[in-house]
């Protein structure tokens, strides 16, 4: 088998595990999102606030620590973290209104 050809099959076989993954980003986010929306009806039955700074603190602090083990940029981790509980957020402050 030549360069070329031999390239193009080891991209696709890494393309083929990238579309693996990203199926399974997917679907755990789904996942976690339904825990988060199971919160937030929790926090606004009981009126709670929608966000919990003490929490997120101790949720950074564990990712930078996975992050560092995993190889991943902690940095992108929070920036991701935080996009992510943004979004949650905004759905707790939709279930109290
Ligand atoms: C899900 C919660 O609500 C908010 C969202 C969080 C998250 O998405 O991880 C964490 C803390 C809260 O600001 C929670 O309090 O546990």
């Known amino acids: 088998m030549d360069d070329t050809l031999r390239a193009a099959q080891v991209l696709r076989e890494h393309r083929e ?8 980003l997917v679907f755990t986010l789904a996942e976690r999102f339904k825990h988060t ?3 937030g009806r929790l926090k606004a ?14 949720q950074i602090a ?10 991943l940029d902690p940095e992108f981790a929070q920036k991701f973290l935080a ?7 905004k ?5 109290q209104s």
Not at 45 to 58: I, K, M, V, Y
Not at 62 to 71: F, G, I, Q
Not at 91 to 95: I, L
């Open 45 to 58: 039955a009981h009126g709670l606030p929608p966000s919990d700074p003490t929490r997120e603190a101790q």
């Open 17 to 24: 595990s990238i579309d693996r993954l990203d199926a399974i």
């Open 83 to 89: 996009f992510v509980i943004q979004e949650v957020i």
């Open 62 to 71: 564990r990712l930078v620590e996975l992050s560092e083990k995993a190889d």
């Open 91 to 95: 759905h707790h402050e939709r279930h």
């Open 37 to 39: 929306q199971a919160v």
